[in-house]
């Protein structure tokens, strides 16, 4: 399935010319609507969600109460089973070290791997499933692909709602010479929850993971801003590109099982309200947010923000992010009132408005917006 | 109507690409003339002004005073009806508060939406059309979509001219599920007074827009500097593309009717008399600007910039200006002698030399001159 | 005769895509030479020169003593007829009122608007062309197009070996309802000096200022890096393609009158010798350049950069630099050692290197070195 | 052989698009893999290595001590037969001289000529060979094409097993009125050794070097960050392309021969992990490092960095660096564990990471990965 717009770096080597996120715009149409006529509702299997939101599994935002908090908020919450508060009985030491490495700026890689180098206790995770489950929210953790065999079992017994299989990049095909690699069809296959499985940077991979057996694929490679997987590993995925292939795959997968949905979740620099309207255009069915819900007053990390493969502990490929002062509540972040204009309050909110101004009710409809490439932003504020 | 110029960000999914005002730039031709035999005027309804400038209606830069002095000076002033002016019956104090907010920078956004948040009064609309139309200048004021209804008995009883009816983005079908949705086009038959209606952001929107009977379409959803449309709602709209297609829906709609010719009205990131100069030569019959007005002396918000939505009480989407000096008087800004080489003075007068550079008499020859894209400008001096 | 590099802003709207000279790269062959075997002469009409250099005619670099120093290096210095040194009898006052403006960094505009509002004496041109006459290097004066009618007279009975007609943008058919334009090709032909004539923009206004029967050509609106043509007038001129255009220009009018020969002479962002090296290689005969001189020991502006259009009184479009300090003395700069890698001295040592890389003899070959487009140059330096 | 991605500059003007490693990125595929089943492994003519490196020969970052390190660790290292430790019986001064001009930032490139003006000693160069060879690793050093006759012999009688001829830029046909130019074909053809030759800049260059005999050719004209021959001589050579073009020239020779395979290394700006696994993606065989290496605390440099053309005596092409503080040893850059995620340590871990996350097992399968043009990297990191 070849890809139309590509260049010749040299003789007879071509690349695709992918775009960004950011280089992606929305354009209004001829018809216009009333904000309050507008859906921003989906389901994945048996789960419905007011907002189109599956947080990030990083520590820096999500613990047991603030996945219960954006699960009331109308999103998906996904804790991380290898994280923080799964090593830790207590984490709040672990957290207050990270605060205070952050006291002159950011905090360094080298703490986080020093505070990550605890081992995950599979009786936490029982626990912490148990304390959101409790709550009556939707209930999700992530594991990553290399640990699933060995703590899938635990967080089965837990009584999750949604499995997340998630790491920087998984394929339906890993090829190992020690012969322990994870079969993701044949473990989907004898699963009983739903497993949303990611990232994935293209066409043929979203595909291959779409024929696993998963609810939901997650697009992109987690390269939020202080992603380096770029300068670290050459890998870059231009997401609005990535979107609409995965897209292309779940229309060409729906077609070839005569009609199996599989969700299409965006995950990378997606960290102001008109980011989530465009990735959402671009075809994704929910967007993974990690960085923006930093300035929730609940988030774990006091405004620090930093993903898992920051604390990578021999190559980590992300880091930290200085600490800031929180903009409200979570939900005012997700839904309040705005009090500035940078889109980082009321990020649902404006969705909503988005959609209003181009004339579209729901979120399935509106993938089919007008796009424009190209365009200035205002930079004054920025 | 297919655009040519379209790339495939993925499979299957296509976006035009457009272009911005500062992308697109004029390029002198084989003839050179005198300035002095060079026209800049223009004509709407029976409306006829020797520059093709009409204000923004931002309170910033608009007050019944400059509206009446950018009326003499050549121009069309156009009040805010939904502004300060009718909110307050003293505006003083509002303004005051603004200010002092911007001692040490720009104000923020919620000292804006506090101000804002005292209700119009539709006496003073009346009181402020009438300081206006005294003067004996050309009197326009503008309404949002939303309250026409409301406000537009107000504002003819107090006999305007030239009515705006201006929001970020207006369609000509707006669909309401509670039935009170304005009808743009029987609104318009009504009346007795022309039109300018807007903003649009392409060919088909400026279509529709036109064949409400508007008199003049307002191209473009406002974003100048200081918007963030973009990062609130993911919405950008390339101005000089935008204006391109107007200029063509403009010339299919002439056909369509037989000789109805409605004005195009550029309103972006028109800063400079650079930016004006090449909203005109891509087909705008004339630029409404704001944020350039604030260096006049006599702008009410002393200096600091900003658009209503800036004040929207529950999602803006802009911020404000810190102040500045001022440049000069009003007519200094728009036509005086440059002290200064920037383009931000003697607007107008700039755009009478780069008509005379490239040979045209007229505004509607000037808008076929050629266009380059690329090219570096001067960076040193910005 | 269209170009094909050609993009549709918008429906039926059509512009060509420019490139600069910073864009275009210069890409070594498979021959290399040895630099003591490369030429860099050129000829215009029976003045022969060892460097391509032509300087700008801006009092911030040449006094009647550079003019000298410049032709003893080499190359060709232009006296402008309208500057401080024919308005002043002893310019150095008005020299030490720019400097002392300069102080707290660049001087403003309006110090140069009221500098040059002394009226130009034609005695004084007289006399200052006869003292560089009298060193016996080629002799060469600017005048502006407007007053080159009341001017050349003085000019030309001081003796001049070549006249500059320079304007920001000149053509060959200059439109006026007073009826008193200046008839370029009958003032050209009643001539005995050869007459260098510009700036032009494009190929067709290159070709009819050819058609005047000028010996040599400038391609470009004098756009240095202070220069603000582009904010102020929307004009920019991506100077790569305007120069290839008016090579295009000179072939074309070879061909046309059997082997006259016009001279390309380039001027713009000039202002490195890798950029002068870009110049040529694109097709210029020569450069004109101003900005670089003023590291010269010698300039009279003590390092301050500033173009005539500065000092426009109603509408300048340029503005002036902060003094910098020495390189070195002129000859330094054109060919001395260089002591830093900036390429801001041994100029011209420098595109010997280039030709000699590359695999050229002369500049005459040089002009069809292979080109490429992109790349990234060592930003840490700059 | 035209390329196929060309843009017309101006009339009749062509010039090829180049893109530069950063622009160019690795797209994972469908298939992921162990980082253990990798292998980073290459060989040059008998020559075997673990990690596909070879140094720059810069005196900045290669000292005998430094080239036995680079060979324990996998790597060849590269000593300059003209550099520091060929001029000076003891280099320790010189390096002080070098390091004390850093005190406030970066020395100053006159320092750099006057280190650099000592005469290179033929005895010294025999010595410095014989040292590394004595350690029992891969001994190479590199002489310019201009001293190879002279300066060959001596070397030749160190014992060397890999002689690079390295310059800026190296043509097989360098042209001479002096009658004394090197011919490339014929010493190697004399040679014992294997011969890496380069700058080559195109698919001509590469392949009319691989026609001299040579085993290797460097592509790339040692355009680091800190490099200026954009500035100074217009050169530009966009990396990803040449070595694209490069590698089309070592598969059409390897066919003209019927089986000889040339090797590829790139140089340029190479300079965190990510820069490898492009550099080899688009084609490369190995990488050649300078500035990467002066984080290592051995270098002997003191974390100044500065390429061999920055002390040019008349043409200085490059600058040097501030210093900075050491990130670990020599074997932590190349090997060691990252405790920063800049991608500036553990260079060829991340390589083998790269290789693994794309399921390719060596570096032969690797250079045809997925290659995508665009996305935006993490930038508040950098």
Chains 1, 2, 3, 4 share one sequence.
Request: glycine share 10%.
């Amino acid at each position: 399935m070849p890809a139309r717009d590509t260049v010749e770096i040299g003789l007879n080597r071509f690349a695709r010319r992918g775009y960004d996120l950011d280089e992606v715009s929305i354009v209004p149409s001829r018809r216009t609507r009333d904000t309050d006529d507008v859906s921003t509702a989906w389901q994945i299997d048996a789960f419905r969600f007011d907002i189109p939101l599956v947080t990030s599994a990083s520590d820096a935002v999500v613990s047991p109460a603030t996945a219960i908090a954006v699960g009331q908020a109308g999103g998906l919450g996904v804790l991380n089973a290898e994280g923080l508060w799964t090593r830790y009985d207590d984490p709040a030491p672990a957290y207050a070290r990270i605060r205070e490495a952050a006291a002159g700026g950011a905090p360094p890689v080298s703490v986080l791997q020093e505070v990550y180098a605890e081992p995950v206790k599979p009786d936490l995770i029982t626990a912490r499933v148990k304390e959101i489950r409790d709550s009556g929210v939707t209930t999700a953790v992530r594991i990553s692909p290399q640990h699933t065999v060995q703590l899938a079992p635990a967080v089965l017994a837990a009584g999750v709602d949604l499995l997340v299989i998630q790491g920087t990049i998984v394929s339906a095909e890993h090829v190992t010479s020690t012969g322990t690699a994870l079969n993701l069809k044949e473990f989907i296959a004898d699963l009983d929850v739903p497993v949303i499985v990611g990232g994935a940077a293209n066409y043929q991979t979203a595909l291959h993971l779409m024929r696993t057996g998963a609810a939901g694929v997650i697009v992109g490679v987690g390269a939020d801003s202080y992603s380096t997987a770029d300068a670290v590993l050459g890998i870059r995925v231009p997401l609005a590109s990535a979107i609409v292939d995965a897209a292309a795959a779940r229309r060409d997968y729906l077609d070839e099982t005569g009609g199996r949905y599989v969700h299409v979740i965006a995950n990378g620099t997606i960290e102001n309200s008109g980011a989530i309207a465009r990735a959402l255009a671009c075809g994704a069915d929910a967007v993974q947010l990690g960085e923006p819900l930093r300035s929730a007053a609940e988030a774990p990390g006091g405004g620090i923000w930093w993903d898992s493969v920051a604390a990578h502990p021999r190559l980590p490929r992300g880091g930290a992010s200085a600490p800031i002062e929180p903009a409200g509540s979570l939900a005012d972040v997700l839904n309040g009132e705005a009090r500035t204009a940078d889109g980082r309050t009321n990020l649902f909110g404006a969705l909503r408005r988005t959609m209003a101004k181009t004339g579209y009710r729901d979120l399935k409809e509106f993938q089919r917006v007008d796009l424009v490439i190209g365009g200035a932003s205002g930079d004054e504020l920025r």
